[in-house]
C-alpha cells in the first residue's frame, strides 16, 4: 500500500503542465497566531508585475488563533511577492501582513513595528544572516532516519557529514536549495549539524525588513517541499530533551554600514556593549523554550548571564576570528532560538543597536501578543 502522506508529483506534473488560459494563481501565505505558517490560493487575470498590483485579501483568524468568533474577519495586505517554485510559470507566492478590521496591525503582526524601526534607521543600511537550524521528523514524529525506538551512534560525524549513516534526507534539503533560488531568496548555503537529521540553512545578507521577509518565505519552502517526502519540520529549539544532543538555533549576524568599513571594530564593541545592557529584553524575544537550549552547554552561552569572545561559540556574542584580526566586519548573536520570529530578533536589534524611535518599542512587542 502506498503511503498516504508523500504527495503523488508525478501524478500531479501531467496537471501542472495544462495551459492555464492567462491567469495566474498567488498563494498568499502569512503567520498566524501560534507563529506557524498558513497560506491559501486565488487566481487572478493576469501576470503580477509590482506589489501595488497584488489585492488585499482576508480569512477567518478565528480559526488561526487570531481573532474571535464574533468578530473573525483578518485582512491579508500583501508586502513581498516571488516566483512560485511549486506552480512554476507566472505563479507566485504572495507574503502578506495581517491587519484588524479597524485597521491596526493583528497583534501577531510584528513586521508592522520592526518595518517603522528599519525606516527610520535606513541610512545604517543593517545588515543580517540568519542562520536556521531545523530538525527532521517522520510521520510518526520519530526523528528522521534514527533507529526506531533508539539511538544514532554518539554525535561527532554527522555535522558536515557525507555518506550513509551520516546523512539522511539530503534529497529534501536540495529540493528546498533550489525552491529557495529559483523564487530568488538570498540562500547563501546549507550543511548538516551537529546532530543527525539536524540541518542548517543560511539566508542573507538581507538588508532591514527585507530580513525577515525571506527567511519566512524560506521556512514556507521548507514546509511545502517536506510535505512532498512526508517529512516533518520542527524548529522547536530543542527537540530532544534527553541524551547528549545538539538544540537547535538561529544565530543572527549582524553588521551596519560603519562595521563594514575599515576601523569598524569600535562599532561593533559599541554595539556589543548596548547589547550587554539589553540582554533580558532580548531573551524574552528570541524563541519560546530558549531556556532548554540555552544552557552552557552543547555550543551555548547560559541564558542568564551575557558574554562576548573571539571565536567563542560558547559566548552570547561570538566576534569572527577574521573580524577580530581585520578591524571591521558584523558580530554574530548567538542567543536565538531556531523558533524566532525573524521580525522581533531583527527589529529589536536595530533598536539596541541603532536607537529606539518614538513611535515603536520591540521590547512590548511580546507583550502585546499576550494583551
Known amino acids: 500500500m502506498s503511503d498516504v502522506s508523500i504527495e503523488k508529483t508525478q501524478i500531479l506534473q501531467k496537471y501542472l503542465d495544462l495551459d492555464q488560459r492567462g491567469r495566474i494563481i498567488a498563494e498568499y501565505i502569512w503567520v498566524d497566531g501560534t507563529g506557524h505558517l498558513r497560506s491559501k490560493g486565488r487566481t487572478l487575470k493576469k501576470a503580477i508585475t509590482s506589489l501595488d498590483q497584488l489585492p488585499e485579501w482576508n ?3 478565528s480559526s488561526t488563533n487570531q481573532a474571535p468568533g464574533n468578530d473573525s474577519d483578518i485582512y491579508l495586505k500583501p508586502c513581498a511577492y516571488y516566483p512560485d517554485p511549486f506552480r512554476r510559470g507566472d505563479n507566485i507566492v504572495v507574503l502578506a501582513e495581517c491587519y484588524n478590521n479597524d485597521g491596526t496591525p493583528n497583534k501577531f503582526n510584528h513586521r508592522h513595528e520592526a518595518a517603522k524601526l528599519f525606516a527610520a534607521h535606513k541610512d545604517e543600511e543593517i545588515w543580517f544572516g ?6 527532521l521528523f517522520d510521520m510518526y514524529d520519530d526523528v528522521y532516519g534514527w533507529p526506531r525506538g533508539g539511538f544514532p551512534a554518539p554525535q561527532g560525524p554527522y555535522y558536515c557529514g557525507v555518506g550513509a549513516g551520516k546523512v539522511y534526507a539530503r534529497d529534501v534539503i536540495e529540493a528546498h536549495y533550489r525552491a529557495c533560488l529559483y523564487a530568488g531568496i538570498e540562500l547563501s548555503g546549507i550543511n548538516a ?3 543527525p537529521s539536524q540541518w542548517e540553512f543560511q539566508v542573507g545578507p538581507c538588508t532591514g525588513i527585507d530580513m525577515g521577509d525571506q527567511l519566512w518565505v524560506a521556512r514556507y519552502f521548507l514546509h511545502r517541499v517536506a510535505e512532498e517526502f512526508g517529512v516533518k519540520i520542527s524548529f522547536h529549539p530543542k527537540p530532544l530533551k534527553e541524551g547528549d544532543w545538539n538544540g537547535a538555533g538561529c544565530h543572527t549576524n549582524v553588521s551596519t554600514k560603519n562595521m563594514r568599513a575599515p576601523g569598524g571594530m569600535k562599532y561593533i564593541d559599541a554595539a556589543i556593549e548596548k547589547l550587554s545592557k ?16 540555552l544552557t552552557g552547554r552543547h555550543e551555548t552561552a547560559s ?3 551575557f558574554c562576548a569572545g573571539v571565536a567563542n561559540r560558547g559566548a552570547s556574542i561570538r566576534i569572527p576570528r577574521s573580524v577580530a584580526k581585520e578591524g571591521f566586519g558584523y558580530f554574530e548573536d548567538r542567543r536565538p532560538a531556531s523558533n524566532i520570529d525573524p521580525y522581533l530578533v531583527t527589529g529589536i536589534m536595530c533598536e539596541t543597536v ?6 515603536a518599542d520591540m521590547s512590548k512587542e511580546f507583550d502585546r501578543e499576550s494583551s
Open 59 to 61: 480569512f477567518d483568524g
Open 278 to 293: 539589553r540582554h533580558a529584553e532580548h531573551i524574552r524575544l528570541y524563541g519560546a523554550d530558549n531556556e532548554q537550549r
Open 193 to 195: 549539524e551537529v546532530m
Open 354 to 359: 541603532c536607537g529606539a524611535i518614538e513611535n
Open 303 to 305: 541564558m542568564t548571564n
Open 130 to 135: 540568519l542562520e536556521q537550524e531545523y530538525t
